[in-house]
């Protein structure tokens, strides 16, 4: 069992920066592909970016591609992201979530077993 729980949310002027982060409960987080997504009103969840476990490998959504950066530090069971240059497009609620069934990162939500609460994030133009 993993539980996530999210913060760092806020309201942010375009061309701002928030720093997400997830702390995880449970001794198994190391083994778990993480991942972060995010939903606006009136829209899917989508990926955003994820992370393999010892934190060697990334891939992100082609919308945030240089300018976010997920990290993770296995020790304080903690998955982060960073997020820079933001758009009103980037607002959304941003989630965490846990993969411990595969090596690999996966970007449909199906793929996720464990998620957390969400964390708003505003971007005002």
């Known amino acids: 069992q993993v539980q996530l729980v999210e913060s760092g949310g806020g309201l942010v002027q375009a061309g701002g920066s928030l720093r997400l982060s997830c702390a995880a409960s449970?001794?198994?987080?190391?083994?778990?592909?993480m991942g972060w997504f995010r939903q606006a009103p009136g829209k899917e969840r989508e990926f955003v970016a994820g992370i393999t476990r010892n934190g060697g490998s990334t891939l992100y959504a082609d919308s945030v591609k240089g300018r976010f950066t997920i990290s993770r530090d296995n020790a304080k069971n903690m998955l982060y992201l960073q997020m820079n240059s933001l758009k009103p497009e980037d607002t959304a609620v941003y989630y965490c979530a846990a993969d411990r069934g595969r090596l690999f990162i996966l970007t449909m939500t199906s793929a996720y077993e464990y998620w957390g609460q969400g964390t708003q994030v505003t971007v005002s133009s």
């Open positions: 449970g001794r198994t987080f190391s083994t778990a592909i």
